[in-house]
């Protein structure tokens, strides 16, 4: 298969695979209380549906090393996430919605890990630049977001649930599209005599702190992940302008990933994660103390920084530092510490502290991202294999 028609099948994949985290993040939550469960339940089950990451990337990540079947265990989550959340419209009661949406997470929390691990590895493989394929998974969360944000203006809230289980079918056909795996991929590489076993590498260096910096980062998200929705749905705003907020945001990530490969060559990776981490900080203090609705919009702009530069930063720095027999598993380690231990908690924290003090909130977001900043800053500039990965 041709560099060209592997870029067009993963970007067509990946148009279809973040529908359903478009649906979920803005309007879950709103789903959850129309069933008559509170702020402290609603930040318990939208944590809890973060913190399963811990077992199940890892377990499939390592699933998909041990059989060298990436594309098949991302089909069989899929088709797994498809079911469970097809049942979850039909529970009702705290405790069912919660075991049902555990399960669904359980299946759906591998599925964008192992794709991004195979999209990167494939395009530096293929001298395809990355950003360019992976906006298309931008703008899958983007159409999601607002087109739910469209029909929920027409629809009930309870309806949520089934426009989320048909974007999650969607998520299947979207890894029968995934393209095979590239020869260069299929290759395996021997194992260098002097290379450090995987457990030394991924637990004993620098790389699980600049893993909790990046975390730290992404977990800095929880106040808008889980309750920016019913913050602004507070402020009067619909449920169409509250799919517009999400439209900006994505948009402005959208734009940078468009020019990743100039960004990243232009700036380095390092320079780029740290840059994204200031942006956090000043997001979260700016929608701390702001209601008015231009502002609002014009500060999501900054998701193209919190979210966008931090994750392209990390997604570069994990390619430099870690070697190829471990990408999955280092994806998967991300992924379970930044969304699964910190964002879950991240979440969770969120719930009481939107009950007592509502967008002052966003200020503990904050302390998140200086504390990232803090560990990367450090880092960056002092350990020699992190340096190197930042400035190439």
């Not at 939107?354 to 200086?370: D, E, I, R």
Request: with cysteine.
């Amino acid at each position: 298969m041709t560099a060209r028609r592997f870029s067009f099948r993963f970007s067509l994949a990946y148009a279809l695979m973040m529908l359903g985290s478009g649906v979920q993040l803005p309007f879950l939550p709103l789903w959850l209380s129309a069933k008559g469960i509170d702020a402290v339940g609603i930040a318990f089950i939208v944590a809890a549906m973060m913190a399963i990451r811990v077992a199940s990337a890892p377990l499939f990540a390592w699933l998909a090393d041990h059989l060298r079947l990436r594309r098949q265990v991302i089909l069989g989550c899929a088709a797994g996430a498809f079911v469970a959340y097809s049942l979850l419209g039909v529970m009702d009661g705290f405790w069912p919605i919660t075991a049902m949406a555990l399960l669904a997470a359980f299946f759906f929390a591998p599925i964008f890990p192992l794709s991004e691990s195979y999209s990167v590895d494939a395009s530096a493989a293929l001298g395809l630049d990355y950003g360019r394929i992976r906006l298309w998974a931008s703008l899958s969360f983007l159409s999601g977001s607002l087109g739910a944000g469209i029909l929920l203006t027409h629809l009930d809230a309870l309806d949520t649930a089934w426009l989320l289980a048909g974007s999650i079918g969607l998520t299947v056909v979207s890894a029968l599209l995934l393209p095979p795996e590239p020869e260069a991929l299929k290759r395996v590489k021997p194992k260098a005599a002097s290379s450090m076993g995987a457990a030394r590498f991924l637990f004993a260096t620098s790389f699980p702190v600049f893993l909790l910096a990046a975390g730290l980062a992404q977990a800095s998200h929880g106040m808008m992940y889980s309750f920016s929705s019913m913050h602004w749905q507070s402020l009067g705003f619909s449920p169409f302008v509250i799919g517009m907020m999400w439209t900006v945001a994505v948009l402005t990530e959208v734009l940078l990933l468009a020019f990743s490969n100039r960004v990243i060559e232009q700036f380095g990776p390092g320079t780029i994660f740290l840059v994204g981490i200031a942006g956090g900080i000043l997001r979260w203090l700016l929608l701390a103390f702001v209601e008015a609705l231009p502002l609002l919009l014009l500060f999501q702009v900054l998701h193209a920084a919190s979210f966008a530069m931090t994750h392209l930063g990390t997604m570069h720095m994990i390619r430099l530092m870690v070697p190829e027999r471990l990408r999955n598993r280092a994806q998967a380690l991300h992924s379970a510490l930044s969304g699964g231990v910190l964002t879950s908690a991240s979440m969770w924290l969120s719930g009481p502290l939107f009950h007592n003090f509502g967008a002052k909130a966003y200020l503990v977001m904050c302390a998140f991202s200086v504390a990232a900043l803090l560990i990367a800053l450090p880092l960056l500039r002092v350990n020699p294999r992190v340096r190197a990965a930042a400035e190439a």
